[in-house]
């Protein structure tokens, strides 16, 4: 039975969303080559548009995808005469008994780590992680960087390309190394969060597609990497800080301070999961950044705010991750625990390093608002301003420095 170019587009859509990274890993797997397993995906993809408008639906339509991607592959390397070198790849990709929907390879883990290999810069690594795994065109992945398309796939080829000439091994890596690695890809994926959760620059507040990427590449790790806190404390984090996201921007596009949001617009059940998910971390009592930082996400949850024990964990963060933004973060906890000249004196101590970071002065303009200098306030709204990060940053810090103004 034929089937309508709707159905065929639906059912195309629906199993690249959900089977995508499965897909691309376990050709990656095969063939040893990222453009190569990608260019097959899509012929195969353009190939069921023809096929099924005449043969109908297949029962199993990744498995088909597969199995006509393993078939264009093992045409690619024979016109490529690259038999002799690719003997054991050709004998799989020539299996007559090619897997299935229910038995495709799950090879999403190796894809992860390879992504995330140290051998490719960090912006390489989120962005290939993107492409493969998050599924984003290279037009998207350029705006998230705010980069320019061409500039961007020419990075993801040369990221494709020194994987291949490198030889790096599609893999994960070795019980010795496995730590330090992982720690590359819960960053990369903290990465991509934020990124979506935070725009860099721009008119868009929140890039939800790129939070739910990253929510969806950790819940590939939890799920491929069990019992491990630090994997367990990323989900968590990202769940709590999610949870928030309806309620972050308000009717005039403005961000909502955290003590002024609508709580009824919190997604309580991802709330409960992300504590439930901190618990199961913190009772392997292997204590790590991301553990400690869904801690604090978790504390900004109450009502009222637990300042101190903010304090504590930023002061437990610091010893994992010494840097001006945890310090930063930690003055502004310690301003609301002591009062807001407790929090400028500990901004001087980090002023020289944060000149140029825009949430630095944003931080200082609150403190000195609070502290009744508001003439030094208002020039560091004007400094934060001028360092804008995205429309939305602009707005907010319009509106504060504004209302000061009114009130002077």
């Not at 089937?3 to 089977?19: E, F, G, K, Q």
């Not at 403005?254 to 009824?264: H, K, T």
């Not at 009744?372 to 400094?383: E, I, P, V």
Request: aromatic share 6%.
């Amino acid at each position: 039975m034929n089937a309508a170019p709707d159905a065929i587009a639906l059912t195309l859509s629906n199993v690249m969303r959900r089977d995508r990274g499965r897909l691309l890993s376990a050709l990656i797997r095969q063939l040893g080559d990222f453009q190569l397993a990608e260019d097959c995906l899509q012929e195969a993809l353009e190939m069921a548009f023809v096929d099924w408008g005449k043969s109908g639906l297949p029962a199993r339509p990744n498995g088909w995808l597969l199995q006509v991607a393993r078939r264009k592959g093992l045409d690619h390397l024979r016109r490529k005469a690259v038999y002799a070198r690719k003997t054991n790849e050709m004998a799989v990709l020539a299996d007559p008994d090619a897997p299935d929907r229910h038995d495709i390879p799950d090879e999403r883990l190796r894809l992860i780590f390879t992504c995330c290999h140290p051998a490719l810069d960090e912006k390489s690594r989120v962005a290939l992680t993107l492409r493969m795994l998050g599924g984003l065109s290279t037009d998207e992945i350029a705006h998230a960087f705010l980069d320019k398309s061409a500039a961007m796939g020419a990075r993801l080829t040369r990221a494709k390309s020194k994987i291949r000439a490198a030889g790096i091994p599609f893999c994960v890596p070795e019980a010795d190394q496995l730590d330090a690695r992982l720690n590359s890809v819960l960053d990369v994926i903290y990465l991509i969060f934020n990124e979506g959760y935070s725009a860099n620059q721009g008119d868009a507040p929140i890039r939800r597609t790129l939070c739910e990427e990253a929510l969806f590449l950790a819940q590939i790790v939890v799920e491929l990497l069990p019992d491990r806190a630090e994997v367990e404390g990323l989900k968590a984090l990202l769940l709590l800080i999610h949870a928030r996201h309806q309620a972050r921007i308000g009717p005039d596009g403005v961000p909502v301070p955290m003590e002024l949001q609508d709580r009824n617009l919190w997604d309580q059940a991802m709330i409960t999961r992300g504590l439930a998910l901190l618990d199961r971390a913190v009772a392997r009592s292997a204590r790590g950044p991301f553990q400690i930082k869904a801690a604090i996400a978790a504390l900004h949850l109450a009502n009222p705010l637990d300042w101190r024990q903010i304090v504590l964990l930023y002061d437990a963060l610091l010893d994992f991750e010494p840097t001006s933004v945890v310090h930063l973060n930690r003055a502004v906890a310690l301003s609301e625990l002591c009062g807001p000249k407790a929090g400028l004196q500990a901004l001087d101590q980090i002023a020289e390093g944060l000149q140029s970071y825009q949430p630095f002065h944003a931080a200082r303009a609150d403190m000195l608002e609070r502290a009744g200098d508001k003439c030094a306030a208002l020039d560091a709204f004007d400094q934060a301003i001028a360092l804008f990060r995205n429309e939305t940053d602009i707005r907010y810090l319009q509106k504060r420095r504004a209302a000061l103004m009114r009130n002077s």
